[in-house]
């Protein structure tokens, strides 16, 4: 069972450093462990509340694509959620490029399903289901995020040193985010991390801007959210209810 993170008792200082990248990869190969739970509590898993087949986009996180969700995605199906690849390669850093392919699709599964959509996105790909949910709270359900920096852009990431070497001026990036969250995500959000991250500082994923969210505190490293089995669970469960229909 992951822990609930209530910032009303207190927001988390953000770190004045970001995580070190070669502390960080080593610890990546826990997600091996979540891999062995995962075989093992199919059964656990088989039991969580049902769907009714509501429209679920998955969304993968930066450098890999929709073999990564795959766990997840199957995981939704088995449980009547027809959960969908994002279907466009690898997730670069290039939010602004990726959201004009998406909110397209967005739009159009939609209005084919007469139905909202929900979201679910790991670390990048969190952050394109919450700018779409964002842009267009009336066609989003709701969304699921693991391990996504919802504040500080990729400041407070392991990767940061990396972008900053590519001339990337983070300060920019961060501002650009502070900007967007000024406008408060309108649909239920449920924000699953780790303090095991390793890759993105916990600290930055804790989401105290939008008004209907959910922080939860689960136990694996950051490679290893999507199949984490406690973090499955709760994801079958926050998208069981019914997704409302379009008007």
Do not use: Y
Request: aromatic content about 6%.
């Amino acid at each position: 069972m992951l822990r609930r993170f209530d910032p009303r008792s207190g927001v988390p200082e953000l770190p004045s450093k970001p995580p070190s990248l070669l502390a960080a990869v080593p610890r990546q190969l826990e997600a091996f462990v979540e891999l062995a739970r995962l075989a093992r509590a199919r059964a656990r898993l088989a039991a969580a509340p049902r769907g009714n087949g509501g429209p679920v986009l998955v969304f993968p996180g930066m450098g890999v694509g929709d073999v990564s969700t795959r766990a997840i995605r199957h995981t939704l199906r088995r449980l009547g959620h027809d959960a969908r690849p994002w279907r466009l390669g690898r997730n670069r850093p290039d939010v602004a490029a990726f959201l004009e392919r998406l909110l397209p699709r967005l739009e159009a599964l939609a209005a084919a399903r007469r139905r909202r959509v929900a979201l679910v996105g790991w670390s990048l790909g969190g952050i394109l289901a919450r700018e779409l949910a964002r842009l267009r709270p009336d066609l989003v359900h709701r969304v699921v995020t693991l391990g996504s920096p919802v504040v500080g852009g990729f400041r407070h990431t392991a990767v940061a040193g990396l972008f900053r070497i590519q001339g990337w001026n983070l300060a920019e990036v961060e501002r650009l985010v502070a900007e967007a969250n000024r406008t408060p995500i309108r649909v239920p959000v449920t924000a699953l991390w780790s303090r095991r991250d390793g890759i993105v500082a916990w600290q930055a994923c804790v989401d105290v801007a939008t008004p209907d969210v959910e922080n939860l505190e689960a136990g694996s490293c950051h490679w290893g959210l999507g199949f984490d089995p406690d973090v499955l669970d709760v994801i079958a469960a926050r998208l069981a209810p019914a997704p409302s229909p379009l008007c």
